[in-house]
């Protein structure tokens, strides 16, 4: 009978060995790819990983870790002042100092700003590679920040626009002087287009709202990409 308890307990011994051992060997695997580490601080210079979305979506309501996250990135910023009033307040007005956007830079929210440089860095630049073996030039958009509610309709809830919290995407143009616009490339089975669908399903991945002319016929000319905090995972 003895013999048998000190074999179980041998036998619960290993058991625990083993578990611990697992469990070592899956936090250094943690330690070593930070983008599936929920743990980890979010840094934009990591691969997109299982924790990514998570970790995106807590930057919705928390723009000081947002704008850490920016300068963890070495993504240069400036933060300006607090506008607007109502429900067209912006008290974040986030602004990339580098970010290759026409005709300007304008002023997003932080949350928007971070999933602009990562879907640049992730999915635009590399689609543009792959697809044409060409270096992103610049990005044009048709605005940012517009106080006003959806589809200018005076009874519609009021738009992410409204609060800087959007923005819409027209066109690509890319460093050997291709320009792809979402108008003129979205149909067909062309390079353009695959090009367009690539980075629209990319978009995806880290804005919570992105419309596309797959939605209806008020985006046949642009990509609108928001990061409302109401919402997550729509995608057309």
């Known amino acids: 009978m003895a013999r048998k308890r000190k074999s179980r307990g041998l036998g619960s011994l290993l058991t625990l060995l083993v578990i611990a051992g697992a469990l070592f060997a899956g936090w250094r695997w943690l330690e070593a790819h930070p983008e599936h580490n929920p743990a980890a601080p979010l840094d934009l210079n990591h691969p997109i990983g299982w924790a990514t979305a998570t970790k995106l979506a807590a930057l919705k309501t928390d723009t000081a870790e947002c704008r850490a996250v920016l300068a963890r990135s070495s993504v240069a910023y400036t933060a300006l002042e607090p506008s607007g009033e109502g429900d067209c307040a912006r008290p974040d007005r986030t602004?990339?100092?580098?970010?290759?956007?026409?005709?300007?830079?304008?002023?997003?929210?932080?949350?928007v700003a971070v999933a602009l440089e990562m879907?640049?860095?992730?999915?635009?630049?590399?689609?543009?590679?792959?697809?044409?073996?060409?270096?992103?030039?610049?990005?044009?958009?048709?605005?940012?920040?517009?106080?006003?509610?959806?589809?200018?309709?005076?009874?519609?809830?009021?738009?992410?626009?409204?609060?800087?919290?959007?923005?819409?995407?027209?066109?690509?143009?890319?460093?050997?002087?291709?320009?792809?616009?979402?108008?003129?490339?979205?149909?067909?089975?062309?390079?353009d287009a695959l090009f367009l669908r690539q980075v629209r399903d990319g978009a995806c991945?880290?804005?919570?709202?992105?419309?596309?002319?797959?939605?209806?016929?008020?985006?046949a000319d642009h990509f609108h990409l928001d990061q409302d905090s109401r919402w997550t995972g729509v995608c057309r």
């Open 95 to 111: 602004q990339l100092d580098a970010y290759p956007l026409a005709p300007d830079t304008p002023a997003v929210t932080c949350p």
């Open 205 to 219: 991945g880290v804005f919570a709202t992105v419309l596309s002319p797959d939605y209806n016929a008020a985006h």
């Open 119 to 191: 879907w640049r860095a992730k999915s635009v630049e590399t689609a543009a590679r792959d697809i044409f073996g060409s270096d992103l030039a610049r990005i044009e958009h048709l605005g940012a920040y517009s106080c006003r509610r959806m589809y200018g309709d005076d009874d519609a809830p009021w738009s992410e626009h409204a609060t800087g919290n959007a923005i819409d995407i027209a066109a690509f143009v890319l460093e050997d002087g291709r320009r792809i616009s979402v108008l003129g490339d979205w149909d067909g089975d062309t390079d």
